[in-house]
């Protein structure tokens, strides 16, 4: 997660989980000139992104906390571009709603499930080679096999267990009181790499964390502790479907190291890197099936929210 | 596409695999929707346009319960699931 923990006002507690929100823009390009415009809507159970494509190319995105409710979430996470474009949901063609959400969005037009959102949206930042999917969101991890269209041929999720996902380790930054985006370096400083915490559920994690702080652990050895707990946790779900070569890596935990590194070295087995953000990959994913739809069948009659 | 539908916990894996490739032209009428005694399947149209057979979300967290009175410990017979998908796309991964 792109991750600053946001600097506290005087007497406020800091919360060290919190990442930071962001929008971007390609400014080379302008969406007014476009002959479709297509949004993808991603509510996710800890992140809300909104994804605008011009003419099938990615044009914007911003990517927000999810709020109370999922209608809420995915207009603020629409918001986000629109402030920074002047766009309004009268001037987009089609919008697809996926994520946990994604029944709940309400201007969206279809809802396709994050799954096929995450195979496509992988298939267009890693490009046709892609074939394996890790996709570690908040709080379910899934495990994507996919053709070179980026079409789903095998998927495996797990969303009973936290262990695993985003909030697990929001848990453990807030925890070690050290902001999540240093936590991936952080896990490498350390002289000797630990046993993986025995356990990986986020709450017997918590405690386990504690028990090692005060048996003379480092705190960035705990963390290396529980990166690799979560490596192994992920890499047991990837097994059950095999791992083949293109092997991508979607969702907030893409951008703590500690935890990739860790993975591919039990893989033995690179990340496709890319240039994107990986947290964008289900609503790119749903912008790109959007945009697919309007070639098929025509833009949709703007539903406003 | 190999539908993967469960869950990995404490206990162990619990996912009932569908091969929906094979549903699509299924040559027995879905005949797994009535031979659960759960009624755990259904038919749906999957993100890609093809009429599927799926488990429903409200077992996909409790497999290892719900399957537990087709798998005694003792004198197992064959699964009503899998049995009645002569195709086999049905497979459980315990």
């Known amino acids: 997660m ?55 190319e990615l044009y914007a995105y911003s990517s927000m906390r999810t709020g109370s409710n999922s209608p809420d979430s995915a207009l603020n ?16 063609h089609f919008v ?14 279809k809802a396709i499930t994050e799954i096929a959102c995450h195979a496509r949206g992988a298939n267009y930042m890693g ?12 709080q379910d991890c899934k495990a994507i096999h996919c053709d070179e269209k980026g079409k789903v041929t095998n998927f495996l999720m797990n969303d ?27 896990s490498f400083d350390v002289d000797q790499e630990p046993e993986a915490v025995s356990s990986v559920c986020v709450v017997f994690a918590k405690s386990e964390a504690l028990a090692l702080l005060k048996g003379g652990y480092t705190k960035n050895k705990v963390i290396a502790a529980y990166c690799q707990a979560m490596a192994e946790r992920v890499v047991s779900l ?15 935990i893409a951008k703590n190291p500690g935890v990739v590194k860790r993975i591919e070295k039990l893989l033995g087995i690179q990340a496709m890197a890319t240039k994107i953000d990986s947290q964008i990959a289900g609503a790119l994913g749903g912008a790109l099936f959007a945009h697919t739809l309007v070639q098929k069948q025509g833009p949709a009659k703007p539903l406003l929210a | 596409m190999i539908a993967n539908y469960g869950y990995k916990d404490g206990s162990g894996e619990y996912y009932i695999s569908i ?51 087709c798998k005694p410990s003792t004198g197992r017979g064959p699964l009503p699931c899998a049995s009645a998908c002569t195709p086999g796309a049905i497979g459980h991964s315990w």
């Not at chain 1, 479709?36 to 809300?48: A, F, N, P």
């Not at chain 1, 490009?127 to 999917?133: A, D, E, F, P």
Request: aromatic share 8%.
């Open chain 1, 127 to 138: 490009g046709n080679s892609v074939r394996t999917i890790l996709d570690m969101g908040g």
């Open chain 1, 96 to 109: 697809v709603g996926t994520g946990y959400g994604r029944v709940n969005v309400p201007f969206s037009h």
């Open chain 2, 19 to 69: 091969d929906t490739d094979q549903c699509i032209t299924c040559p027995v009428g879905r005949a797994c929707l009535g031979a659960c005694p759960k009624g755990m399947f259904e038919s749906m149209v999957d993100d890609y346009d093809d009429e599927v057979v799926h488990v429903k979300e409200q077992f996909r967290r409790s497999l290892a319960y719900d399957c537990a009175e």
């Open chain 1, 2 to 56: 792109n991750a600053e923990a946001a600097t506290p006002a005087a007497g406020e507690k800091p919360e060290f989980w919190r990442w930071a929100e962001n929008v971007w823009v390609d400014e080379t390009k302008d969406w007014r000139s476009a002959k479709t415009l297509t949004l993808g809507i991603d509510v996710g159970s800890v992140s809300s992104q909104c994804v605008a494509v011009a003419d099938g």
């Open chain 1, 77 to 92: 996470a629409f918001k986000g571009i629109a402030g920074q474009t002047g766009m309004t949901l009268n001037d987009v």
């Open chain 1, 160 to 186: 009973k267990c936290a262990a695993g996902t985003g909030r697990g380790m929001e848990v453990i930054s807030d925890l070690m009181q050290i902001p999540i985006a240093e936590l991936g370096g952080r």
């Open chain 1, 238 to 252: 990837l097994e059950r479907i095999g791992v083949e070569e293109g092997f991508f890596i979607t969702g907030g």
